[in-house]
């Protein structure tokens, strides 16, 4: 039946099915089940685990939409799909070695900058207060903010992950590409992470957890800028200074505890 479905293009709606099954909260199985199977459909396709009638790379075309449709289960669904979202997201981000992980090698920068400017950065943004009680049951304004927090800490976490994790490939692909987009998810991060709120102390320590990496990566220090005559490291530091200025002496400190 799924071998049916996506040879005749049918793949949006198959998504938008599962979507809306992990998504509800009345039957809670329900819900895993599709969220199972939405984060198994291009692990599938992309390791030929199926004999599903496909052009080579096929499954590039449907990873972000599919990741998409997770996200949107992360940022509105109930507090368990929700969770069970972002263990998906993770695995189709960052698996490497397993059946169900992809073959990173055939995955353009292109494709990662839309899944990063398209899936991943909207998970920060705060949601609408209106739409988050509902998402969650209905709960207590108290709780439903806690959860709130805790998905764009969940976020944060996972966006930093995905850079330092596929970084020296996309270097690789794009050393041009790669400081523009570093330094536009720099500035959505630390803008994020400076407004009072019950996120900001797990969104501060996924950006200090990025900025201490890159800090200590000798190729990362090698990096030139899109600013002129300026290092992407001083770039870097040039866009969090002015908004968290005592970042930069907590991160020397832990690089070298005498300075």
Same mark, same amino acid.
């Given at each position: 039946e799924l071998s049916r479905l996506l040879s005749m293009q049918h793949f949006p709606?198959?998504?938008?099915?599962?979507?809306?099954?992990?998504?509800?909260?009345?039957?809670?199985?329900?819900?895993?089940?599709?969220l199972g199977q939405l984060s198994s459909l291009v692990p599938q396709m992309a390791r030929g685990a199926r004999n599903l009638?496909?052009?080579?790379?096929q499954w590039q075309s449907l990873w972000v939409p599919t990741l998409h449709a997770l996200a949107d289960v992360a940022r509105q669904g109930s507090q368990k799909s929700s969770a069970?979202?972002?263990?998906?997201?993770?695995r189709l981000l960052l698996e490497?070695?397993?059946?169900?992980?992809?073959?990173?090698?055939?995955?353009?920068?292109?494709?990662?900058?839309?899944?990063?400017?398209?899936?991943?950065?909207?998970?920060l943004q705060k949601p609408a207060a209106a739409v988050d009680s509902e998402a969650v049951g209905s709960p207590t304004p108290s709780t439903?903010?806690?959860?709130?927090?805790?998905?764009?800490? =969940?976020?944060? #976490?996972?966006?930093?992950? @995905? /850079?330092?994790t596929h970084m020296p490939d996309?270097?690789?692909?794009?050393?041009?590409?790669?400081?523009i987009l570093f330094l536009r998810l720099l500035h959505i991060l630390v803008s994020e992470a400076a407004e009072p709120g019950e996120s900001q102390e797990g969104l501060q320590e996924s950006l200090k957890n990025l900025l201490l990496v890159v800090?200590?990566?000798?190729?990362?220090?090698?990096?030139?800028?899109?600013?002129?005559?300026? =290092?992407?490291? #001083?770039?870097?530091?040039? @866009? /969090?200074?002015p908004i968290l200025p005592a970042l930069r002496r907590e991160i020397a400190l832990i690089l070298d505890p005498s300075a």
């Open positions: 709606e198959l998504l938008s099915t599962l979507k809306a099954f992990a998504s509800q909260n009345s039957t809670p199985p329900a819900a895993a089940a599709a009638p496909q052009k080579s790379g069970q979202a972002f263990v998906y997201l993770q490497q070695g397993t059946e169900l992980s992809l073959p990173w090698e055939e995955v353009e920068f292109s494709v990662w900058k839309e899944c990063m400017e398209q899936v991943l950065l909207p998970l439903s903010a806690d959860w709130a927090a805790a998905r764009r800490a =969940s976020a944060a #976490q996972l966006i930093c992950r @995905v /850079v330092l996309w270097l690789r692909r794009a050393p041009s590409g790669f400081p800090s200590a990566d000798p190729v990362f220090l090698e990096l030139g800028s899109p600013n002129q005559g300026e =290092s992407l490291l #001083q770039s870097s530091w040039a @866009v /969090v200074d």
